[in-house]
């Protein structure tokens, strides 16, 4: 519901209780009216009555005079009574109307939400913007605030638009990027339900689908890729998300297909390249019965015992979540490289934090130089920084191939 409307609907009713108020009293005043007219004229054919019977002899002139005198006076009187009721009736009139219009107002302000409302209409105002800059991929600006009035604006989108499949992308690209796969899934999958002949829809579905690790996912995301590489089979960016999710299937022919498509044209020593390069070679050892080597001498990320302070165990719940993860430290990119969300563990708790936990296959730790890690310590399991909550950051280099030890204290309460 538009402004426009709100105001045309809120003096509607304001009309209408001014109506109900006045309603009776001008029918009181009309009433009154009508009986000042029948008294005046009830006077005046009495005046005439005694002219005619002074005419007739019946009364004397003594008697004519004072029975004239007596019916003015009435007149008068009658006349100064309805003045004088008028007047009376004025003032609680108005006095009604004032009060009950402050106390319409008053109780629609304490129970309309109208600061809601505001913010609600503001953050669709700016929806277009924050919707721009969310596909730009530019969450590193994005505030808390931003956030919040992002989601509340694609809410309300959908709530007036429930069929736009463009909202559910923005939704579940929003939840993606704060880490909150399942809601992320559920709006892109309602997305693709609406506009399954998008390409931009399924593809984003096949990149939630490979962030998730688990093989049904992945099996599924194989399934969208291959649908759109028979559409378009000299897309390169599709065949290198085939050999990744294939990778991770342990499908090898898939693997050295697309990947022999797209090798020529990555970086010799990119991260990509060389990860498909030894998944392969693992692949093929395994194929052909031959010992593979130990997947963890080639990974890269942190091993990572979190504690926490003394004021941190103190005010930590006792149910939550323990979220580590690590951003670049060298950018205002605020996207993590790699993210871990376990049941919040008695501390200190030592955890893994590695390649392995990259959000997007094509964003990994082993992309980054310095990263910057940390731990918090939630309620509701949601990445984004909120109120109340307790965490702990250290920077380190990344060492590829290695997994260095370290330790952070959870001490720093978000305010």
């Known amino acids: ?158 709530r007036q638009q429930p069929e736009d499949d463009r909202g559910w992308m923005y939704l579940g690209r929003l939840m993606m990027s704060l880490g909150q796969d399942a809601q992320a899934l559920d709006a892109i999958e309602r997305a693709v339900k609406l506009a399954p002949q998008s390409r931009e829809n399924r593809i984003t579905l096949a990149q939630m689908l490979m962030s998730s690790g688990e093989a049904a ?23 290198l998300m085939m050999a990744v999710v294939s990778a991770q299937l342990g499908d090898l022919a898939t693997t050295q297909q697309y990947f022999g498509q797209v090798k020529d044209k990555l970086p010799a020593d990119g991260t990509v390249a060389n990860n498909l390069r030894n998944r392969i070679a693992t692949l093929t050892a395994r194929a052909q019965g031959a010992p593979t080597p130990d997947s963890g001498e080639a990974a890269t990320g942190f091993s990572i015992t979190v504690t926490a302070g003394d004021k941190a165990r103190d005010a930590m719940p006792d149910t939550g979540y323990l979220i580590v993860f690590a951003q670049d430290a060298d950018s205002d990119n605020r996207m993590p490289a790699a993210v871990i969300k376990i049941p919040l563990p008695d501390l200190p708790s ?66």
Do not use: C
């Open 217 to 239: 996912q992945l099996t599924r995301a194989q399934s969208i890729l291959a649908d759109s590489l028979k559409q378009t089979p000299q897309n390169d960016n599709l065949a």
């Open 350 to 415: 030592t955890v893994q934090l590695s390649t392995d936990n990259a959000m997007m296959p094509q964003y990994t730790l082993q992309e980054l130089k310095n990263v910057r890690i940390v731990a918090r310590v939630s309620l509701d399991g949601d990445v984004a920084a909120a109120e109340g909550e307790w965490q702990g950051e250290v920077t380190e280099q990344v060492r590829p191939g290695e997994m260095p030890a370290l330790t952070i204290t959870i001490n720093e309460e978000l305010l």
């Open 1 to 158: 519901m538009s402004w426009a409307v709100f105001y045309l609907i809120v003096s509607a009713l304001l009309t209408l209780v001014l109506v109900l108020i006045a309603a009776p009293w001008f029918i009181r005043r009309q009433h009154a009216k009508a009986d000042y007219l029948s008294n005046t004229q009830i006077i005046r054919q009495r005046l005439s009555e005694l002219e005619r019977e002074y005419s007739e002899g019946l009364i004397s002139d003594a008697d004519k005079a004072q029975a004239e005198q007596e019916l003015k006076l009435a007149l008068v009187d009658e006349s100064a009574f309805v003045s004088e009721r008028r007047k009376g009736a004025r003032g609680p009139l108005i006095t009604g109307a004032v009060l009950a219009i402050a106390a319409g107002v008053a109780v629609y302000a304490s129970v309309s939400h109208l600061p809601q409302l505001k913010r609600a209409q503001d953050a669709i105002d700016n929806l277009p913007t924050l919707s721009e800059r969310l596909a730009r991929g530019d969450m590193a600006s994005f505030t808390q605030q931003d956030v919040a009035d992002l989601t509340l604006a694609i809410r309300q989108r959908l």
